[in-house]
């Protein structure tokens, strides 16, 4: 993916009387934000400032489709009745089509998919979001009607930040981009203390926000900028009986994934796959061979028809650590006949790529995993590849996660009545996985949660599992930023519209699919574990379980088709009719096998890499910088950690050196009372 930073001076770039002062902006000033991003964009960069000054769009390329000058960015399209400028960072698929649909009313340019939103802009306004397809950030400022669009896809694949500093607008892929403004970060130590950062629009540097997915901002006049939304997630009333039968929605989903696949094979440069030892990503690597061989499909640059030459990437953790899948990847890849490079990661190699996935990842999460993702696109580059495949996205949509099951349960399923649990299974499966979903917490239950807090998201089981995660050693005077606790919190985040449809209308399954959808997935998941860590090598993840056909058609699915219950275990099979769907198209091993979430090691030794690297991290000096921490309560951390392996302490300090690393590399100033 490419990285874009844009401003916009809501003053006039003159003094005011009121003494603020609007320089006019400079291109040194893009280009030192670009600078900080150049990783994101190794193949081109450009800018555009409009003629008064108060315009500016940057773009860095990495380049995908259309690889001549030709698809460099920013896009224009200045005619006499237009005057419009774009930069995108990301991949609008079925774009072939839809340029030769507007080719008689637009003059492209190029052969770049990105140019299609200046096209579809001209046709449809600023309802143009609607009309496309894939991930996306994208900046536009049209100059006839001073109007400025900043927006961001369905499901946050891309990140896009925003603030305003010193009268102008700033908006980015990365915060960091931000410091080439002369923006000094400042921790913003409420949602910290709360948890906002992780699931709503707030950031953990006070004054930044996220544009949120499927939202736009926008800015009239140079007026102030607000937040719109152009799509949801919908789901169906929980009332209505299916009509469609189990094989008809089987096929449904098949179609659909068939195809996001193929629209995501196709690129200027070489496409490879993520392959791991579960069903998501062994179904897109099986779907993909399947297309060789039935459509001849081109991968990318690949038109050889040879699925041997189809490339997939495991990453390989050594065998004791109980986190290796890659030995079923393997056999996977050798079922299929593709090729799989295993991408070693011992406890060296973690530690060494710690802090670098803290920093550009901007998402500190507490565990290891984001490194192994960091690894795989290392390897990615170094063969040739700047696209792969990846299968984020269907736990959500096809109800994957455990986590689901206590809400699943809770109620029955009125839409597929042939799938109804018998209600005494029903109520004794309920009761058990509401016992479970308390004693598998990553951090102590969220305490002091009101009444009324539970009832604002309909008694959903969900939201307290969310809230768990690992409390930093915060510092006593931080206890002024507590009036509301992070369930609160999370269950502020979502709109009246939300509350409505969860009390009334969906079924609890559906209610717990887009609370997690809509917080820890985009602001944590898709973040440490995606483009932004992928980016660091130039390497473009693209995924087709969030591509909005399959997901329509997958949320207005059944519960009991999602999560269906096995009679004879008395258990739920959970991405059960994702896996019937993918049947033809992986291994008897890999339809049967459970979910087993992707994880790093959890266990490393005393005094080994990675210790040391927290050791190096976790000093006085370092905590006391951030301010809103306490030394004396960190500093055992990394013994009990490491020494006594507690695994609470391990995540507490892990995600307290991740904050030390981001302080640092952006310069944050100390937090005080
Ligand atoms: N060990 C791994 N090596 C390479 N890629 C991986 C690995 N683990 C996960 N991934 C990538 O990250 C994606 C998300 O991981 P996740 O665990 O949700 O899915 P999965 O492993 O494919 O399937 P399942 O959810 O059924 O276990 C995968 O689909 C895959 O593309
Ligand atoms: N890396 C990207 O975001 C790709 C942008 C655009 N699709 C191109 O090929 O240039």
Redesign the pocket.
């Known amino acids: 993916m490419c990285g874009l930073t844009a401003l916009l001076s809501l003053q006039p770039p003159v003094t005011q009387s009121n003494g603020v002062h609007t320089p006019p902006i400079r291109p040194e000033e893009i280009d030192n934000s670009l600078e900080i991003i150049k990783h994101r964009g190794p193949d081109a960069r450009g800018q555009w400032i409009s003629p008064d000054g108060r315009v500016g769009l940057g773009h860095v390329r990495l380049s995908i489709i259309d690889l001549s000058p030709e698809g460099n960015q920013p896009f224009h399209s200045t005619t006499d009745t237009n005057d419009v400028h774009t930069i995108v960072n990301g991949e609008l698929y079925d774009f072939e089509r839809l340029r030769a649909q507007f080719a008689s009313e637009y003059d492209f340019k190029s052969h770049s998919d990105c140019e299609l939103v200046l096209a579809l802009y001209q046709h449809y306004g600023v309802s143009f979001l609607s009309h496309l397809r894939g991930e996306f950030a994208l900046v536009l400022w049209d100059a006839k009607r001073k109007l400025l669009i900043a927006a961001r896809d369905r499901y946050g694949i891309k990140s896009l930040y925003y603030t305003v500093h010193q009268g102008r607008l700033l908006v980015a892929t990365e915060m960091k981009s931000f410091l080439a403004y002369g923006w000094t970060p400042e921790w913003d130590v409420r949602t910290l203390r709360e948890n906002g950062w992780r699931f709503n629009e707030k950031c953990y540097f006070q004054g930044v926000s996220k544009v949120l997915p499927g939202h736009y901002l926008v800015s009239r006049e140079f007026g102030a900028a607000e937040q719109k939304p152009y799509w949801d997630l919908e789901f169906p009333d929980k009332r209505i009986v299916e009509t469609r039968t189990e094989e008809e929605m089987i096929l449904g989903v098949r179609e659909r994934i068939l195809d996001a696949v193929r629209l995501r094979l196709r690129a200027d440069v070489p496409v490879g796959?993520?392959?791991?030892?579960?069903?998501?990503?062994?179904?897109?690597a099986g779907v993909a061979a399947n297309l060789i061989r039935e459509e001849h499909v081109k991968v990318g640059t690949d038109n050889s028809g040879e699925i041997a030459r189809l490339q997939?990437?495991?990453?390989?953790?050594d065998k004791d650590s109980g986190?290796?899948?890659?030995d079923i990847?393997q056999r996977t890849a050798d079922w299929l006949g593709v090729e799989l490079t295993c991408?070693q990661l011992d406890e060296a190699a973690i530690a060494a790529k710690f802090e670098d996935t803290a920093w550009h990842s901007e998402a500190p999460n507490p565990d290891a995993n984001g490194i192994?993702?960091l690894a795989?696109s290392e390897t990615v580059h170094a063969k040739g590849l700047k696209v792969?495949?990846?299968?984020?996205g269907?736990?959500e949509h096809f109800a994957?996660y455990t986590l689901f099951a206590a809400d699943m349960l809770s109620e029955p399923d009125a839409a597929w009545p042939s799938g109804l649990i018998p209600e005494s299974d029903r109520e004794e499966a309920w009761s058990q996985e509401c016992i479970k979903s308390d004693i598998f917490q990553l951090g102590a239950l969220p305490k002091n949660v009101p009444p009324s807090t539970k009832r604002v998201l309909n008694n959903a089981r969900l939201p307290p599992s969310l809230c768990t995660h690992t409390p930093l050693p915060f510092a006593p005077w931080t206890d002024q930023y507590t009036a509301s606790d992070p369930q609160t919190v999370l269950a502020e985040s979502f709109d009246g519209r939300a509350y409505h449809n969860m009390a009334t209308k969906w079924h609890p399954l559906h209610s717990s699919q887009y609370i997690w959808t809509k917080s820890v997935f985009p602001n944590i998941m898709l973040r440490y574990?995606g483009d932004n860590v992928d980016m660091v090598n130039h390497v473009e993840?693209r995924t087709p379980y969030l591509d909005h056909h399959v997901t329509e058609y997958a949320n207005a699915l059944p519960p009991n088709l999602k999560m269906k219950w096995d009679p004879e275990t008395k258990k739920l099979r959970?991405?059960h009719i994702l896996r019937e769907a993918m049947k033809p198209f992986i291994t008897e091993e890999?339809y049967k096998?459970?979910?087993?979430?992707?994880?790093g090691p959890v266990r490393y030794a005393a005094d080994g890499p990675l210790h040391r690297v927290i050791q190096r991290l976790v000093t006085k000096e370092n905590v006391e910088q951030l301010g809103f921490v306490d030394w004396e309560t960190a500093e055992g951390l990394a013994d009990k950690a490491f020494v006594q392996h507690e695994h609470s302490a391990f995540r507490n300090v892990l995600s307290l050196a991740q904050f030390i690393v981001i302080g640092k590399g952006f310069g944050a100033k100390k937090a005080e009372l």
């Open positions: 796959i993520y392959l791991s030892g579960g069903l998501d990503s062994s179904a897109l997939c990437f495991c990453v390989q953790f986190a290796d899948e890659s990847a991408v192994g993702k795989l792969v495949l990846t299968g984020e269907a736990d994957g574990l993840s959970e991405k890999i096998r459970a979910k087993h979430p992707y994880m």
